[in-house]
């Protein structure tokens, strides 16, 4: 079972230059996160998709973008990047409901210079 | 808006011997999930125990249990007979009942010594 899987794993990136991180379940989930991980700042949440053709703003969107892409992927894209876009980027999805628990993907090390 | 607050960046323990992690959280509501996840050096997120904020009984998995106080908004982690393999970064987790949003604290590093 490949679970949650992200590309690239690991990527440096110039200040400006644009990229998109993919993201892609197998296991029939409606919900996808990305989230970025910060040394000292745990896992922040970025944007969410509760379903297919829905996304909603996190705690920290600004510089990002996303798109569901349908029911599997969910991407998301730095426009114009920035050095303090770098980070863990993390994946994750979910079934919704009260057995509520997040599959990860294994994380996207992005550096921006 | 609601927080979660690890006041331990890292701790230590010996191998066979017992840890325990600690997690506040702030919030007003009543009905809400909270969970501790383990992040090993591989980087991957794994879910170690969950609680519901409904049910009195503390959650435990195996050679993990938490203490869950309700009333002091506290949700702490007990590893007994700690393994090597638990050396990891924990972190502890809230979600209300009705939204899908994961609020994470800032995590703990535990270093389990032979």
């Known amino acids: 079972n490949a679970g949650v899987t992200q590309t690239p794993k690991f990527q440096v990136l110039k200040t400006g230059q644009s990229m998109t991180l993919q993201c892609a379940q197998d296991?029939?989930?409606?919900?996808m996160y990305w989230y970025r991980q910060d040394p000292g700042m745990g896992l922040r949440l970025i944007y969410y998709?509760?379903?297919?053709?829905?996304?909603d703003k996190g705690e920290v969107p600004n510089g990002y973008n996303v798109s569901r892409l349908n029911k599997r992927e969910f991407s998301l894209r730095l426009e114009s990047a920035a050095p303090s876009q770098t980070s863990v980027y993390f994946c994750?999805?979910?079934?919704?409901?009260?057995?509520?628990?997040?599959?990860f993907g294994s994380g996207t090390q992005l550096s921006v210079l | 808006a609601q927080t979660v607050t690890q006041s331990q960046p890292e701790m230590s323990v010996q191998e066979a011997e017992t840890v325990t992690l600690s997690c506040t959280y702030d919030t007003s509501e009543n009905n809400y999930y909270l969970f501790w996840y383990k992040q090993p050096p591989s980087r991957q997120m794994i879910l170690v125990i969950r609680?519901?904020?409904?049910?009195?009984q503390n959650a435990t998995e195996n050679r993990f249990s938490v203490n869950f106080q309700k009333a002091a908004k506290s949700f702490s982690l007990k590893i007994s007979d700690s393994q090597l393999g638990d050396t990891a970064m924990y972190f502890c987790a809230f979600m209300f009942d009705n939204t899908d949003k994961l609020i994470f604290g800032t995590g703990t590093r535990l270093q389990v010594f032979p």
């Open positions: 994750a999805s979910s079934v919704r409901g009260r057995n509520e628990k997040l599959f």
């Open positions: 609680q519901e904020a409904y049910k009195q």
């Open positions: 998709s509760a379903s297919e053709g829905t996304t």
């Open positions: 296991m029939n989930h409606n919900s």
